[in-house]
């Protein structure tokens, strides 16, 4: 029963494998049956050892645990796990054609799915590294899938960058290594009041968070994302921007836990590096006119409210920036998967071209107006709760609370340019309809109508969290969230509609390879200046 | 690269190193040696192996390797699918092999080339007890095998085969480091019992060490081959 | 500097031999001199290994980066500096009597010449039967950089390339005054969902 951590990072490979030697079009059903299994399994261990989770640490080989590799859980790690299975399931049934599905595809993505469960659930560092790593190259494969001359661009970019941004990782686990004699994270944590204050711990978090940022993609070192969402398929940017993005800032809950006791004061870094990630990503979204390249910056600027939640030193708000995390996960999911759905039938990614999607495919419109609500924080979706627990924190704070209102006024701008897609006659026929891509897109869409509604019991139950304080049915709630779509429907039609400059411009901006390297150069150095030095 | 972005690329990466010299400074005080004094109390005795390289990473830290063959792994199977073009590659017998090589140089390899296929065993099998290992033997016997391009270019070699292989011996590996579970009680081990002789224990060291080195082996051969049918 | 042994002595030598060599390979521009540095680099790099006894990294470094990688490299920049080109042309603008004789020729040789490429060209009978609208297919599924056709209408020889690819911008510069020769350069397509 302790295991089943293995388990669920050996079955997806396992059977990734599987799929792949024996290239036989009825093995892909292996997959389904391997992802039914991952799930019950994380069922049952999660009823095992909920409110016990102390005793989910155990060592590879039984060696000393200062020497070995360990692995443990929490509640936090659980509910990814939880999420992950979940992510996975849609994406399975999204792209699986009976007969037709390509074995290639599924070897990485199960695979992916594994190595994602051992970074999710591991307790030592160096392990973290080399789960990292293989997930940056998956993740590049899974992006050239197309083997198209961008793709490959793309691909090779995400690699570079994001293999930078692990080697300064492994750098900061060495010098780790060198003051506590152990990668466990957590003997490092009690070891951390001893050396919390050398020069080279500091040095180390710097590094670590690097790594970090580059992973999350955080201002300045985003600009992989929309590279990498503009080229990959559908799925593949639902699976990235959903949840392996996430993976970043889950390390960074966790190496933050692990410098708890070193008392650094990171939180007015990070939130002021989140504002700038959140107002740069609506910035880039507001100028956009393809669909994906739209939500991808979309994610970027999401990533910046999870980050000014995550950087705060109250409580609530802090669980807020968690739970923004699950949320966008679905959200962002279901309207990249939607999209997908709808550019493979009209051909064309470019919104201003697309119309008619309501009268075409009526179910795909209606779960892709859950995704846009639940995005811009409408009531009744989950949006709204994750959105109102931060601004309820940071209301005392005025310059923290107008930053908030007016990402949120983007935000909603942005989606109400992409709901015009919406309006028009019917110009297409949508003469394949796979059902099982609407169940998927039906599922999520359920997700974020439940997760809005019976928030209470649930985080109450899972996490132990008491949320009473937000109420859905006030009539302040209501009126403040037509309050902001009102003013970003004007923003839109007075501004953005015209398309008059800098907004090409700012479309067209691209920073070269090189550019991105003196730029996560320099971010080291900022980090170490305000770190180190101050 | 103008000037101006060399001078700051300069000014950042100094600003670094002057934050990393003055970190290392009290490296002497601050070094602990935790690991290193348990390994070189107990490594020999717990996993068999005089070499404590290759006790830690067949042993006390066999997740990690598992997962560091695993990228291998991925990286041949990812190049392998990027390289694969779709027009007949039987058309496009177009490109015409300008380069011979010399003569000197075939002669040289076919000496050389069984000596190093030697060496490379020698480096596997030895790994327990003498520097090298699985991995280090692996690149080896590789280069061996890719001498014999050299030799012949003209060499066919069925990629199909050998990756099927290569994934075989990935699941053979992940088996033989589970069957711990049964004999010892936790994963990930060797199956030996913990109190078992010190020759015992090598025999699974070997073992891993041998699939190990095949499979690197043949990961390098295909990541070669992908690349040298490039475009035939 | 009181007790410097031989051996840190050296360690520090060779360290500055390292950084010597990074910057060197940073300057460099010929690609051959920078895979040789590159080997030396791994080779200073092991040797740094065994002097802080680290005999199994040593080894492995020596294996991978002193032998497999500089062949991949070598593979690589052989199969890059070979300009593969595709000549569906059947009169004598390249080829005249089974010799490279034609205008086209020339020009083709300049261009290649002063990139330090080397020329391919071919008229494969298999490759030049597919259709017109095949080319910009040809040129994405396999590595020909160059497709040559005529444009009966107006006479004029068409090279056709992919537009991602510096080389072709330089041949159309290259080809501005001659009026017969018109350069077609196909737009990477928008692939996928």
């Known amino acids: 029963m302790i295991f089943i951590p293995v388990y669920l990072v050996i079955i997806p490979i396992f059977a990734s494998l599987v799929i792949y030697i024996f290239k036989n079009k009825h093995m892909n059903y292996l997959a389904l049956l391997a992802q039914a ?232 870094f990070f939130f002021v590096l989140g504002a700038l990630t959140a107002i740069v990503g609506v910035m880039f979204a507001l100028s956009q006119k393809d669909m994906k390249q739209i939500l991808a910056y979309h994610t970027v600027s999401q990533i910046g409210i999870m980050m000014m939640g995550l950087s705060s030193q109250d409580v609530n708000v802090y669980y807020g920036g968690v739970l923004h995390i699950f949320n966008h996960a679905l959200f962002k999911s279901l309207l990249f998967l939607g999209a997908g759905v709808i550019i493979k039938v009209y051909r064309t990614k470019k919104v201003n071209e697309i119309r008619g999607v309501f009268k075409t495919m009526p179910w795909v419109s209606i779960f892709m107006i859950v995704g846009m609500l639940s995005i811009t924080g409408a009531p009744l979706f989950n949006g709204f709760i994750s959105k109102s627990i931060i601004k309820y924190g940071i209301q005392d704070s005025g310059i923290k609370y107008w930053t908030l209102f007016i990402i949120n006024i983007g935000t909603a701008t942005s989606f109400i340019k992409m709901s015009q897609i919406f309006f028009g006659p019917q110009s297409l026929s949508y003469p394949m309809q796979r059902k099982l891509q609407n169940f998927a897109l039906m599922s999520i869409a359920f997700g974020c109508i439940i997760l809005g509604n019976f928030y209470i019991p649930i985080n109450q139950g899972f996490f132990g969290i008491d949320l009473s304080y937000i109420h859905i049915f006030e009539f302040a709630k209501f009126f403040d969230y037509f309050l902001t779509l009102a003013i970003g429907y004007l923003f839109y039609y007075f501004i953005i509609s015209k398309d008059k400059p800098p907004i090409p411009n700012i479309r067209n901006f691209s920073i070269s390879f090189e550019a991105s390297n003196i730029i996560f150069i320099a971010l080291i150095v900022v980090m170490t200046i305000y770190f180190v030095l101050l | 690269m103008s000037v101006s972005k060399n001078i700051i690329l300069f000014a950042l990466l100094s600003v670094l190193l002057i934050v990393f010299m003055l970190a290392m400074q009290d490296l002497d005080v601050l070094y602990n040696s935790y690991g290193r004094d348990y390994y070189l109390l107990y490594g020999l005795e717990e996993t068999g192996s005089r070499n404590l390289v290759s006790a830690i990473y067949l042993d006390y830290r066999l997740f990690d390797s598992l997962f560091e063959a695993g990228i291998l792994l991925i990286a041949v199977s990812g190049i392998i699918w990027i390289s694969k073009h779709d027009i007949e590659e039987k058309n496009a017998k177009f490109m015409i092999d300008k380069y011979k090589t010399p003569d000197l140089f075939v002669t040289f390899s076919r000496l050389v080339y069984p000596l190093m296929l030697t060496f490379g065993f020698y480096v596997i099998i030895n790994g327990h007890l003498s520097p090298g290992g699985g991995f280090q033997g692996g690149a080896i016997v590789a280069t061996a095998i890719l001498i014999l391009y050299y030799i012949d270019s003209e060499r066919e070699t069925n990629i199909g085969l050998i990756v099927t292989i290569e994934k075989y011996i990935f699941m053979t590996i992940i088996v033989l480091a589970s069957i711990s579970l049964f004999t010892r009680g936790t994963f990930f081990t060797n199956f030996m019992p913990l109190d078992a002789s010190l020759q015992m224990k090598s025999i699974y060291l070997v073992l891993l060490n041998l699939l190990i080195g095949f499979k690197v082996a043949l990961g390098l051969w295909t990541i070669f081959t992908a690349f040298l049918k490039e475009g035939r | 500097m009181g007790d410097l042994t031989l051996i840190d002595a050296s360690a520090y030598a060779l360290q500055v031999l390292l950084i010597i060599l990074a910057i060197a390979i940073v300057m460099h521009k010929n690609n051959g001199t920078i895979i040789i540095l590159i080997a030396s680099f791994s080779l200073v790099t092991a040797s740094l290994y065994v002097l802080n006894s680290a005999p199994d990294v040593a080894i492995a470094e020596i294996a991978i980066n002193s032998a497999i990688i500089p062949l991949i490299y070598v593979i690589s920049i052989s199969r890059q500096r070979e300009y593969i080109i595709l000549d569906k042309v059947n009169d004598d603008f390249i080829i005249s009597d089974n010799s490279f004789t034609g205008i086209g020729y020339v020009i083709l040789k300049r261009f290649a010449d002063f990139y330090h490429l080397e020329l391919n060209i071919t008229n494969d009978p298999g490759l030049c039967a597919l259709g017109e609208g095949e080319d910009q297919v040809l040129c994405e599924a396999t590595n020909v950089d160059l497709i040559i056709t005529k444009d009966t209408e107006t006479n004029q020889y068409v090279f056709k390339g992919k537009n991602s690819s510096i080389l072709i911008h330089k041949l159309e510069q290259l080809t501005k005054d001659h009026d017969n020769i018109r350069v077609v350069k196909f737009k990477d397509r928008d692939v996928g969902e």
């Not at chain 1, 994380?42 to 070995?68: C, K, L, P």
């Not at chain 1, 051992?118 to 190259?137: H, W, Y």
């Not at chain 1, 004699?181 to 957590?186: A, D, E, H, R, S």
């Open chain 1, 37 to 268: 299994v991952v799930t019950v399994l994380a069922i049952v261990y999660y009823q095992h050892f909920s409110g016990n989770f102390e005793a989910t640490m155990f060592v590879f080989g039984g060696w000393d645990d200062r020497i070995g590799i360990s692995m443990s859980n929490d509640a936090l790690s659980l509910s990814f796990v939880f999420l992950t299975v979940f992510t996975w399931w849609m994406v399975l049934l999204y792209t699986f054609d009976k007969g037709n599905t390509n074995h290639n595809f599924i070897f990485f993505l199960l695979f992916l799915e594994g190595v994602f469960f051992g970074i999710l659930m591991t307790n030592d560092l160096f392990n973290m590294f080399v789960f990292l790593e293989l997930a940056a190259i998956l993740v590049t494969i899974l992006i050239a899938f197309n083997k198209a001359g961008n793709s490959f661009r793309a691909g090779i970019y995400y690699l570079l960058v994001n293999t930078a941004g692990v080697l300064t990782f492994l750098i900061g686990i060495i010098l780790i290594y060198f003051t506590f004699g152990t990668i466990n994270i957590n003997v490092i944590t009690n070891l951390m009041p001893l050396y919390g204050d050398e020069l080279i711990i500091k040095f180390a978090y710097v590094l670590l968070m690097s790594g970090i940022a580059v992973k999350s993609a955080l201002f300045p070192v985003f600009t992989w994302l929309p590279h990498a969402h503009g080229v990959a398929q559908s799925a593949i940017s639902a699976l990235l921007s959903g949840l392996i993005v996430k993976g970043g800032l889950y390390l960074f809950i966790r190496i933050n836990q692990m410098y708890a006791a070193a008392n650094y004061d990171y939180y007015a």
